[in-house]
């Protein structure tokens, strides 16, 4: 007996963030599979999918965002269904990768929890993953399997250069952790010159501007960062820059967190305009100040490439971690 057996893609979506996992699904010109989710009385998750995924390459969509633990638990118990469902192949999606600020022991007694994460998603079954912007490139090391780390660089590159020239821009880096990527930035950017601010951490969520290195005034300071959270580092450092004349302060961050008082923060703060990637459901009209691009169309290409066993990495000229 012959069978020609033909590749089938299916992408679901978790409860996290659907409206990207919609958006992902049109811009390959498909439509989000059928899937139940839904809890029990007690709490416990219930998955079922409520369309065949024998002999499929299944993508699993779903963002790790508030309530976080939740929703990583839910990506878990999904993978593990299509597993059992004889998929042939299981790719969880996460662009927003929960726990990567646990990448190291900073003080004794503390865990390692993006490693647990990475370790929890490949035993339930997962057998490639998907994310973007990663705090640390050293998380890629936490994955037995293939990573696949996106950038939004050059989304958010275009988008400066839609709206400023490059030469009146300084790349400013909130503190040493982004000092890499204020760089990568600057490289594409022709003219764009850098600026280095110290910080230092008081507490968790809390930290202190120290000092501004860099030609900063009657420039436009463009901060860059992977995330903003609570945005008491990006706000002090925008009121740093303002204090030393910059005429006038924007935000880029790939991850839109925006937890506690981030946006309170972020209104009386110098900074005129925040832009940040829907990797995380954000309200915008939340906060005048904010403007969201849409990263979809860079997971789509990825998704696809995958799924049709072209490079990865072409689609960012090799500038993906």
Request: aromatic fraction near 4%.
């Amino acid at each position: 007996m012959e069978v020609v057996t033909k590749k089938r893609m299916q992408i679901f979506s978790g409860r996290g963030h659907p409206e990207l996992g919609r958006e992902v699904a049109d811009h390959l010109g498909m439509a989000l599979g059928a899937v139940d989710v839904h809890e029990f009385a007690n709490g416990e998750l219930y998955v079922r999918y409520q369309e065949n995924v024998r002999g499929s390459d299944v993508f699993v969509v779903q963002t790790h965002c508030e309530p976080i633990n939740e929703r990583i638990m839910e990506q878990l118990v999904m993978i593990d269904a299509a597993k059992r469902a004889s998929a042939k192949r299981i790719i969880a999606v996460a662009p927003f990768y929960g726990y990567a600020r646990q990448d190291k022991k900073g003080r004794s007694r503390e865990p390692i929890t993006a490693r647990l994460l990475a370790n929890m998603l490949r035993t339930a079954g997962a057998d490639r993953v998907v994310s973007v912007d990663l705090h640390t490139g050293q998380i890629q090391g936490f994955f037995d399997g293939p990573l696949d780390a996106l950038t939004t660089l050059p989304l958010l590159v275009g988008w400066l250069q839609d709206h400023y020239r490059d030469s009146e821009l300084v790349i400013a880096s909130p503190d040493a952790g982004r000092v890499r990527l204020a760089e990568k930035f600057i490289s594409r950017l022709d003219g764009a010159q850098p600026a280095y601010l110290a910080k230092t951490r008081t507490g968790h969520n809390m930290a202190q501007t120290l000092a501004v290195v860099g030609d900063v005034e009657d420039r436009v300071c463009v901060l860059v960062d992977d995330m903003i959270d609570t945005a008491g580092t990006i706000c002090g450092a925008a009121e740093a820059l303002a204090e030393r004349g910059a005429a006038s302060v924007i935000a880029l961050a790939t991850h839109g967190v925006l937890s506690g008082p981030a946006m309170e923060r972020i209104e009386a703060s110098p900074i005129e305009r925040v832009v940040v990637t829907n990797t995380l459901p954000v309200q915008q009209q939340a906060l005048s100040k904010l403007e969201v691009v849409s990263i979809a169309p860079t997971i789509a290409s990825t998704m696809r490439a995958i799924f049709e066993d072209e490079s990865v990495s072409e689609l960012f000229d090799d500038q993906n971690q």
